[in-house]
C-alpha cells in the first residue's frame, strides 16, 4: 500500500511539473514600456521611436497602417486635428510571455477627450495589444469605437468646404 502512495505522489508530482507554461507579468520593463507610452500619449509627447520597429504593422479595428510614421501621424493627429483633454483612465496593462517564445503586452482603458470642432465629450473603452520582437513593438491592434473619430473628422471637414 505505500508503495502505492509513493507510486501516486511521485506521478502527480511529475505531471505538475510542467515547463512549457506561458508566464503573464504586471510589473516587469514591458509593461511598464506600455504605461509610459500611454503618459506620452497623453502629453502630446510622440518621441517613440525608442519603443516602435520602423516597420511596425497597426491594426485599427479594421484599418492596417504600415510603419513607424504612419503610426504617429495617426497619434498626432488626435492632438493637432481632433481633440483637447485627452487622458486616459482605469489603464491596466500586462505582458505575456508564451511559452512558444512570443511576447505580447495587453492594455485596457478608457480614453476621454473633447472634440476640437464640435466640443462635444467622448469617452471610450478600449483594448490594445502589442507584440514585442528584440526590444520593440512590432505589431498594434487596437480595438475600439471609432464614433468620435468619425463624428470629429466629419465636422472638421465641414468646416474647410
Known sequence: MKLLYTITLSALLISCANTNQSVLKTDDELTSTINLLFDKYVANDFELSDYYA???????????????????TGFKAHHELLYNDISIDELYVHTNYF???????????????????????????????????????????????????????????????
Open 99 to 161: 511559452s512558444n517564445g512570443e511576447v505580447w503586452s495587453n492594455a485596457w482603458f478608457t480614453w476621454s477627450g473633447v472634440g476640437k470642432t464640435t466640443g462635444e465629450e467622448y469617452t471610450n473603452r478600449a483594448h490594445f495589444d502589442y507584440k514585442w520582437e528584440n526590444g520593440k513593438i512590432v505589431e498594434l491592434l487596437a480595438y475600439y469605437s471609432e464614433y468620435a473619430d468619425l463624428k470629429e473628422s466629419a465636422a472638421l471637414q465641414a468646416t474647410q468646404e
Open 54 to 72: 520602423d516597420d511596425v504593422v497597426a491594426r485599427v479595428n479594421n484599418q492596417e497602417l504600415n510603419g513607424y510614421e504612419n503610426l504617429i
